[in-house]
């Protein structure tokens, strides 16, 4: 079962693509970069990258023949919406069980 | 919503048919009826959720085989009007032990009616856990942030 519904939390679990998405929350960066420090090759982060593309968590844009990479606002924004969802979905189930007669509470 | 605490924040309310000690004893001791059961980092299946129901306490879960997951501290309980936890979960789904690195959720009971009572929580400074939220404040500031996920949620809700 899935705890946070979107992606983006799966995408974040690697720890490598934790630090990627950390140093792009600092400033928007190219892949040559983002591989100096981190203990990966160059195109080990560009396949890193991809995956935080396509979970929505990171954008890129052209700059001469370079690819700059920053951090996705809406895709983040997402993530935060799977714990409004998560608390939403609880105190639904919590009105239910304290509605419940007393002596039906276990 | 414009202020930057409202992306780092997360609010919601609700309203029960249930006086108000009841309603904060249900939330606290039957923590584990009503969470959502895929809220679990064991990797077994959860035997019961314990919240211990003083400040200073812990909140964990203990696993069909007696293993045990801590998420949480208890921060405040103030029966019957209030209680805080501490959230000791990362954005990677994993127990946080930097505890600089983690937000805070506060309930309050406030009674309406002698039989009715008024649930609010706060899931607050979500930007704790990471740099990552600080994007997330600026970007849910745009004319694009809380609209849009509030008809997500209406979506969630009619599906």
Redesign the interface.
Known sequence: MQTYQHEGWFALGDRTRWAIFERLADRPCAVGELAIGLPVSRPAVSQHLKVLKDAGLVVDHAVGNRRIYRLNPDGLAELRADLDRFWLSALAAYKAVVEQPEQEVS | MSTPSA?TS?R?E?V???PIA??FS??TD?FG????????MLGVEIAETVFEPRAGGRVYDRGIDGSECQWARVLAYEPPDRVVISWDIS????IETDLEKTSEVEVRFIAETPDRTR?E?E?RN?DRH???????R???D?T??WPL?LQ??AD??AG
């Open positions: 992306a997360i919601h609700i029960v048919q249930a009841r309603a249900v939330f039957d009826s009503f969470k959502p059961p895929e809220h679990n954005p990677r789904w994993q649930v929580l899931h979500l990471g740099d990552g939220w600080e994007a997330v600026e970007g849910v745009g694009d942030g996920y997500r949620f969630v809700l």
